[in-house]
Structure formats: C-alpha cells, structure tokens
C-alpha cells in the first residue's frame, strides 16, 4: 500500500507560478507510475501529468505542455510539478496518485489505485 501526502498549493496571479510536491511513504517500490490529476467545481476528474517510476518517463496532457514540468527526487520518495505561467482555468484541487499495475503510460483515472487528499490550487488577479 501506498500513502500519498500533496502540498504546495496556494494563490498565484496569472502567469504566475507554483511547485507541488508530493510525497510518497509505505510500500513505494509497488507502483508503476504516480502523477497529478486535478479536478475544479462542477468538472470532471483530469489527468494533467504522470511519470514511470523505472525510468522517469514523462507524459503531459495537451493543455499543460510547455508550461508545466513533472520532476522527482528519489532519495526523497517525492514528486514535483513544476507549475509555469498559470492561467485562471488551472485553478482546481490538484491531486497526487499512483498506479500499482504495469500498463500504458496515459492519464486515465480509473486506472490509478492510490490517491492523496488534494491541495488548492487558485489562478486569479
């Protein structure tokens, strides 16, 4: 089993920028991948970044490509996303999650086992 703990969320303005971290204890040799995903009011569940554990390889969503960076300290047991130029419609909560079955590397939420509480993450002037 797998704990995930997220943080560093906050209110920036547009164009801002942020650094999430999620730190992961328990069984984390067990994953396969971990990544963000991020949900605002009213919307369904997104993925926005996710990574391999083996080798490190990233994938990005479309709508944060070239603009956010996912990143992670091993030693440490904690992943980073890299928040740049931020609009007001990446305000969500933004979640950490990890897959414990090999597979594809792809953003599809039902395939992610281990999630954690979420932090707040606010665009606006």
């Known amino acids: 089993q797998v704990q995930l703990v997220e943080s560093g969320g906050g209110l920036v303005q547009p164009g801002g920028s942020l650094r999430l971290s999620c730190a992961a204890s328990g069984f984390t040799s067990d994953y396969y991948s971990i990544g963000w995903f991020r949900q605002a009011p009213g919307k369904e569940r997104e993925g926005v970044s996710c990574?391999?554990?083996?080798?490190?390889?990233?994938y990005y969503a479309d709508f944060v490509k070239g603009r956010f960076t996912i990143s992670r300290d091993n030693a440490k047991n904690t992943v980073y996303l890299q928040m740049n130029s931020l609009k007001p419609e990446d305000t969500a909560v933004y979640y950490c999650?990890?897959?414990?079955?090999?597979?594809?590397?792809?953003?599809?939420?039902?395939?992610?086992?281990?999630w954690g509480q979420g932090t707040q993450v606010t665009v606006s002037s």
């Open positions: 999650a990890a897959r414990s079955v090999p597979g594809l590397l792809r953003l599809w939420v039902h395939e992610y086992d281990y």
């Open positions: 990574m391999k554990k083996s080798d490190g390889r990233p």
